[in-house]
């Protein structure tokens, strides 16, 4: 049956097609395999961003499998993932769910999707700091703020040298 | 009189101390004790010990259901001089702690009851030695797949004589139409024909090919078997399998062996290993050409054969008749889609997988024999559903799973292989493994069923399934669709089970004496059970089951005779006035009526007889009772009960 085939997988519900060479792409980077999710969803179980999540790591997973990638890449889902690794640490089959809502992310980013702000905040405060989040103060239970000073910490040392910029940038395969 | 508390089953809700102390106070009653496991050698030993310090005559255990340790504790009163048949077992466990749980008192009060009742049977007992039967040595073995063949080696290797009855041209049964079996994708007739070449030259072993049990009937020794020679047309002792007359014939019909995908002559040999090698006529499609007696060198057809019965004398019966597949066309979904279309069992994908195959091992779509790309599985067509078959066709998924890989394999790694499935079931040694490997393989899991299968002009399948992982709503068009059909007891089971009086499940195979302890075995004496006949198996269950069978059935042939129960119908003949109703209902034919000092008398054959008391019931004059269920002792049962 070598000449024209028909599509052999549909979702009907939006029309959507796998696209099995992204799919193939994005897995292969990927210590885990979503083909051997079992969908246990124990990842989901213990997901500290469960209730953020539109989709669930299981559904993340068993959508990769069947190929249906496009769909995950422009979800708002793989943002909100906190990254916490424990569906790493919890998956009876070395699944990975964190690592491949990365390999996902990375794959938004390097279509130049719209990144959370949030995260590109994030991302400037890091670079400029080499912090995720810049110094703030903090209510106690006392009721009173603290900031560093009030404790008598050293002020943090704010920006990176070029070169740890560049290091940086290295690390996270971008540039 | 001995109470058991079995630790706390009884003693938790009975209170064993106060039925004790009433049970003192019975007429008759000279020793009450109780002891936490009365079925413990010391337990035993107690009563032992009793019986000889007070020269008891009649003891009682309070305990749990006969079935479980009667043979216990009869053995222990004979070995204090005792007969074994003076024991009254009363049975507060199943019969009272275990379902009055809840109400102590009243569970109290009655254990007092059946065990007032078990002292006034016991009362009226008498001793009885149990009846010692020879046996023939020899065993018939009904069906010739797998579980028949390795049942049949093993009692052959044992020294018995074996009649092996296989209904179809050859032995092999299913695993001979198998490509490869899981987990280990063995090829199957590579395990297979090892074992069907040793069968055919043991020399202990008759085959009857091509030939059915008509008739069995138990006797003294065991079973008389009618087996019924369907005629070849072909003489085996002179056809050499050279397939010349095959070549030769005009006639073509689809192939059984080939699960209806291929065709095969009027006159065939089922399969190259096939065990007889010989050609069979399907009388119902020759024509009587008469081509094939010209080309047959050896002289070997013969259209003048008629079908004959052949009586076989044997002391134990397995029964191995294995299993069918449910058709799917049986099936509403399925119904309206007729011959030809691409929707296959996975019997059939089988024969299209093996090389001895319609298509020599290339998976290759019916309609036009092209290969398919997109292959889609659906598991449990007609299983685990109400309306057909309830049950679990337990290998369905190993099938599955195994199947799906094959095709990654002969197809390649770009094939689209998707199985829906509604769990997935692989519970065996390696299974589990070998799932895991073909999702490696990249073959597709869908937890999910489609209501609707259809199929388009252009020869592809349309199938709608909701796929409950990612919440969509699939649609999938495969070039090839493969059933996973559930499995069914074999034609004529029903038939057999009642011609041998064998207990038929809610689902129509045969019922084994007791699920967990004696699963090889039937509540009929000398008939035994292996493989898929008991309830679908895979081959390793069934090869287990089948030795498990022959183990049972040697163990009783070799030692040559089985002692019995005495248990059975007494005639008292000064009372029975020769009318024949104790005939008339009697299932086993054990109780006839005779002409003896010229007049008419019924006469029980002990052999046959199993003391199911029909007789005694239905004989108005009271002539004939059963032994340890006379009506001197039931009746003083129940007035005890009653009183």
Not at chain 1, 72 to 101: F, G, H, T, Y
Not at chain 2, 544 to 551: E, F, G, K, L, V
Not at chain 2, 590 to 617: F, M, P, T, Y
Request: glycine residues 8%.
């Amino acid at each position: 049956m070598a000449e024209k085939r028909p599509v052999v997988l549909t979702d009907l519900m939006s029309m959507a097609r796998p696209s099995p060479e992204l799919r193939k792409r994005i897995s292969a980077s990927l210590p885990g395999k979503a083909d051997f999710c079992l969908q246990c969803a124990r990842c989901t179980s213990g997901c500290t961003a469960m209730r953020l999540l539109e989709l669930k790591p299981h559904e993340i997973v068993a959508l990769v499998r069947l190929g249906f990638v496009e769909e995950l890449i422009s979800s708002k889902s793989i943002w909100d993932c906190a990254l916490c690794l424990k569906c790493v640490e919890k998956c009876p089959q070395e699944v990975a769910p964190a690592e491949l809502i990365m390999a996902l992310r990375n794959e938004a980013v390097a279509r130049e999707l719209e990144v959370p702000e949030r995260l590109s905040a994030m991302l400037m405060s890091i670079l400029e700091s080499g912090l995720a989040f810049g110094p703030r103060k903090r209510t106690a239970r006392d009721g009173r703020s603290y900031g560093r000073e009030d404790l008598g910490l050293p002020e943090v040392r704010v920006g990176l040298s070029e070169a740890a910029v560049m290091a940086l940038m290295d690390l996270l395969g971008g540039a | 009189m001995f109470i058991c508390h079995c630790g706390l089953n009884i003693a938790g809700v009975v209170d064993v101390e106060r039925v004790r102390e009433l049970v003192r106070g019975l007429p008759c009653v000279v020793v009450c004790e109780d002891y936490p496991y009365m079925c413990s050698e010391p337990g035993q030993a107690l009563i032992r010990e009793r019986v000889r310090e007070h020269a008891l005559d009649r003891v009682v255990v309070a305990a749990c259901s006969p079935s479980m340790h009667e043979p216990t504790f009869r053995r222990a009163i004979e070995e204090a001089g005792l007969n074994p048949y003076l024991l009254e077992m009363a049975n507060i466990r199943e019969q009272c702690s275990w379902v009055h749980a809840h109400e102590p008192e009243r569970a109290t009060e009655k254990a007092f009851e059946l065990i007032r009742m078990a002292v006034a049977k016991a009362k009226e007992l008498e001793p009885l030695e149990p009846k010692r039967l020879e046996v023939e040595r020899s065993a018939l073995i009904i069906g010739g797949g797998i579980a028949g063949i390795t049942a049949a080696l093993d009692l052959a290797d044992s020294g018995l004589q074996v009649y092996l009855v296989e209904r179809a041209p050859s032995i092999g049964g299913h695993m001979a139409m198998l490509d490869k079996t899981f987990p280990t994708l063995d090829c199957a007739a590579c395990i297979l024909t090892p074992k069907m070449v040793a069968l055919a030259k043991h020399p202990n072993v008759r085959l009857l090919t091509y030939s059915e049990v008509k008739e069995v009937r138990a006797t003294e020794g065991g079973f008389e078997v009618l087996v019924l020679r369907k005629p070849r047309f072909v003489r085996e002792d002179a056809c050499t399998g050279c397939g010349a007359c095959v070549e030769r014939c005009p006639v073509e019909v689809p192939s059984e062996f080939d699960a209806g995908l291929g065709p095969r002559k009027a006159i065939y040999i089922p399969f190259p290993q096939a065990i007889p090698k010989v050609a069979t006529i399907d009388d119902e499609h020759c024509i009587r050409c008469g081509l094939c007696e010209r080309v047959c060198e050896a002289g070997a057809i013969d259209f003048g054969q008629e079908a004959r019965e052949e009586a076989l004398k044997v002391g134990a019966i397995v029964v191995a008749t294995g299993l069918r597949l449910l058709d799917p066309r049986s099936l509403p979904e399925y119904a309206l889609l007729g011959d030809g279309t691409n929707i296959i069992t996975h019997l059939q994908l089988e024969r299209l997988l093996s090389s001895s195959g319609p298509t020599g091992g290339r998976v290759l779509r019916p309609s036009d024999g092209l290969e398919p790309r997109s292959v889609v599985f659906l598991t449990c067509v007609g299983s685990r559903d109400e309306c057909v078959n309830p049950y679990c066709c337990r290998i369905g998924c190993s099938i599955a799973v195994k199947q799906a890989l094959m095709v990654k394999e002969r197809i390649g790694e770009e094939a689209d292989v998707f199985v829906c499935f509604i769990d997935m079931r692989t519970y065996g040694r390696g299974l589990e493994e070998f799932y895991r490997r073909a999702r490696e393989a990249g073959v597709r899991f869908i937890r999910g069923s489609p209501a609707e299968v259809e199929a388009l002009p252009d020869g592809s399948i349309r199938l709608v399934v909701f796929d409950q992982a990612t919440w969509k709503l699939l649609e999938i068009r495969a070039d090839l669709l493969v059933l996973i059909a559930g499995l069914l007891p074999p034609e004529g089971l029903e038939a057999l089970a009642s011609a041998m009086k064998l207990p038929l499940g809610p689902d129509g195979f045969l019922s084994e004496a007791h699920p967990k302890l004696r699963p090889a075995e039937t509540p009929i004496r000398g008939i035994f059970l292996a493989g898929a006949c008991q309830g679908p198996k895979d081959i390793v269950e069934t090869t287990a089951h089948a030795s498990a069978a022959a183990m049972k059935a040697a163990s009783m042939l070799m030692k040559g005779y089985v002692l019995v129960e005495p248990y059975t119908a007494v005639v008292e003949e000064e009372r029975c006035r020769g009318c024949g109703r104790c005939e008339e209902v009697c299932d086993f034919g054990a109780i006839s009526v005779e002409e003896r000092d010229g007049r008419l008398i019924a006469h029980v054959n002990e052999a046959l007889c199993q003391g199911c008391g029909s007789c005694a019931v239905r004989c108005p004059t009271g002539a004939v009772t059963i032994r340890h269920f006379k009506p001197r002792q039931v009746i003083a049962q129940v007035a005890a009960a009653v009183g």
